[in-house]
């Protein structure tokens, strides 16, 4: 098979988002990006990702791998290549100088510096432009910068786990271990994909968790640990405020709360926000991670918190783990608090739905909208 064909570009681009995803937890605040060369006769010559650290771009580092068989070659990208002086220069005129005939890229690049300019620069100088194979999967990959370059906040996903009859933890407060190994271990992969972890005042007391990855895989910047923590709880002596040498922790709470408290939490390294409508105003919260350059948020709960977000209509990405257990009970906390909706017709709807079995566990991930009465 050759460049041109559908199986085979295809074959190609998926190549591509594969190499770009090996950027994931690298490259954030950018996008994750990869590039396949292949040659006329179908053989690939280079191959390349973008890794921050590396400075170099997908597309420089596969035109390098590729040398003089770049010349009448064809470059898949999964992101549309950039035209302007950045940390590094325009990888449209390293593709051009590199004699590539055609590129297939899937999707624009949604940051206003680029957009469309690299698919342009590129058509001036002659070279073929595809735009549009595999868009569905290149934004999916992608959903977390497109998000944070359109919105200038963080995506956030939502993650609970929950019992089948809808419950985080018992009465009591008792919730380790509601999933199985298999369901948790699925958890630390879904952290090492996010620069922050957020939770609230309650789960941080009752469950005195250390939120740290333990994915086992490499990430350029720790995991950003956030507390909602209006009459300021967390104890200088909790599991969070022990270990700020490991990663940040930051606290989000009143401008009323014990000056007393708040010193005692800076001197063990936690930063404390205070203002600004303090824990309960969630878009400032947000804004303000995102000042920081956070491009995600995992919220892991717990169920008033959850409910908040969602209220709000805060959430992008929710996913929900269902372990085969009843806990029962009314006092029991619910999976998600807040107001909820009044009717049925109000719930959000999961769009774009996954399901996968973890051991004895199922995970429903999806994407949280409202159904307006046109749909
Ligand atoms: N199964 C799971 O996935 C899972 C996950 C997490 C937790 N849990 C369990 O869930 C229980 C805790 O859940 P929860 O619903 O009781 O509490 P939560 O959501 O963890 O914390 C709620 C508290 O956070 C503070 N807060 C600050 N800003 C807030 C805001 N904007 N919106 C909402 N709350 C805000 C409030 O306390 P202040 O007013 O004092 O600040 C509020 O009472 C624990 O038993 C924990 O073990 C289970």
């Known amino acids: 098979m050759r460049p041109g064909t559908l199986d085979f570009d295809q074959q190609m681009m998926r190549r591509a988002l594969e190499l770009a995803a090996r950027g994931i937890a690298q490259v954030s605040p950018g996008p994750l990006v990869?590039?396949?060369?292949?040659?006329e006769a179908g053989e690939i010559v280079g191959?390349?990702?973008y890794h921050y650290e590396r400075v170099r771009h997908a597309e420089t580092l596969a035109l390098e791998q590729a040398g003089s068989r770049a010349a009448g070659a064809t470059a898949y990208v999964s992101l549309e290549p950039h035209a302007h002086y950045g940390r590094t220069p325009p990888c449209t005129s390293a593709l051009i100088n590199a004699g590539i005939r055609r590129?297939?890229?899937?999707?624009?690049?949604p940051n206003p510096l680029v957009s469309s300019k690299g698919f342009m620069?590129?058509?001036?100088?002659?070279?073929?432009v595809s735009i549009g194979l595999l868009a569905d999967e290149a934004t999916r990959l992608n959903e977390k910068y497109i998000h944070f370059m359109q919105t200038g906040r963080p995506f956030v996903h939502l993650k609970l786990a929950i019992s089948v009859d809808g419950r985080i933890a018992?009465?009591?407060g008792d919730a380790r271990w509601i999933t199985g190994e298999e369901a948790r271990a699925r958890v630390h992969e879904l952290r090492h994909e996010y620069d922050a972890i957020l939770i609230g005042a309650r789960t941080a007391q009752v469950d005195d968790p250390l939120l740290t990855e333990r994915s086992g895989r490499g990430r350029r910047r720790p995991l950003v640990r956030v507390v909602l923590d209006e009459h300021l709880a967390l104890s200088p002596g909790s599991q969070l405020a022990r270990t700020t040498g490991e990663a940040p922790v930051i606290i989000f709470t009143s401008e009323h709360a014990d000056p007393g408290k708040v010193a005692g939490l800076q001197e063990r390294g936690v930063e404390v926000i205070q203002g600004a409508g303090g824990s309960r105003n969630l878009a400032a919260?947000?804004?303000?991670?995102?000042?920081?350059?956070l491009q995600s948020v995992l919220i892991e709960g717990g169920g008033r918190v959850a409910g908040a977000f969602l209220d709000a209509r805060l959430v992008d990405k929710a996913s929900f783990f269902i372990a085969p257990i009843i806990i029962g009970g009314s006092d029991a906390t619910p999976a998600v608090g807040g107001t909820g909706a009044a009717t049925i017709a109000e719930a959000l709807h999961l769009h774009?739905?996954?399901?996968?079995?973890?051991?004895?566990?199922?995970?429903?991930t999806g994407y949280p909208k409202a159904v307006t009465s046109d749909e």
């Open 285 to 293: 919260v947000l804004d303000h991670l995102s000042q920081r350059s």
């Open 47 to 49: 191959e390349g990702y």
């Open 34 to 39: 990869g590039c396949v060369i292949v040659a």
């Open 121 to 128: 620069h590129l058509r001036q100088a002659r070279i073929e």
């Open 170 to 172: 018992t009465r009591t």
């Open 352 to 364: 774009d739905t996954e399901i996968r079995h973890h051991g004895h566990d199922i995970e429903i």
């Open 103 to 109: 590129v297939v890229a899937p999707i624009q690049d």
